[in-house]
């Protein structure tokens, strides 16, 4: 169960929490982790939110199963804890997954449709555009990649996916909607370990007023969306996560990082 920070044959530890921000209050722990069938999900109990979430894949393994749509709470956890089916009644967000529903599904027939179903749990999601959720060629085109890579390489790959939970956050019943996203990929290459990381931007697309009141058969108004790819030192920075062998072991090559975030149009243009 959970995540395996040596699935890829090199240590690849999720990103951690620093100790000040997991500090239980008077109420409860600031963060939880919890364990699903090859994934770890790190929730942020006050954000209701997950910090960081890791997942295992193995190309070789992977199963085709029928997708589901079975949201529930995770009740080894308070409701409250959770950002659940309220957030998501009667407006435009998705119920965004940060593991990826196909990234965990594969081993055996029973041990993948556990993993499906686990992937529908409310830690497991966070509010997201539709058309940013649904896009083939930002969010879901970057995942599809991964995932293609990882099965047509027959490649075992470790993958790290939050919000970036920044304070300006816009504030929308109760919980504040997360405006980017950040990935980082990691890979045996050799004898060593290999990363590389994304930010994806919804900001253009979240109009909480927009959520909260659209006009009757009208779409709030969209902008372009942006995909980078980016330091994994710049995903530690934005985040606040320690993730020192991740950012060790990033491909990204300096003379291109010192040049700023790379705006990605297409997934050819990905490095890795």
Known sequence: MGFDALFLGV???????????????AEHDAVVCLDY?????????VRRLARVTGVNVDGAALLELERGDDWR?????????????????????????LVRRRDPVWGTREVAARANADTFRYP????QASDFNQSTELWLGLEDHVLEHARAHEQRLSV??????????PPYRGIRVPLRFWKVVAWRSGDGLATTAFVVDQ???VDVSEVVAPAPGEAPPLGPFRTFQVPVSDVAGLTGLAMPELVAADVLPPTIAAGGWRRLEASAQIML
Do not use: C, K
Not at 16 to 23: I, M
Not at 37 to 45: I, M, Q, R
Not at 124 to 127: F, I, V
């Open 11 to 25: 240590a690849a530890p999720m990103p951690r929490v620093g100790e000040a921000d997991a500090a239980t209050s």
């Open 124 to 127: 497991n999601a966070a509010p």
């Open 203 to 205: 900001a253009p697309l």
């Open 160 to 169: 790290f996916t939050a919000p970036v939970l920044a304070p300006g956050d």
């Open 73 to 97: 709470l995770d009740d080894r956890i308070p409701a409250d804890w959770q950002a659940g089916p309220e957030i998501y009644a009667a407006n435009d967000l998705d119920r965004g997954h």
């Open 37 to 45: 069938v090859h994934f770890s999900v790190v929730l942020d109990t």
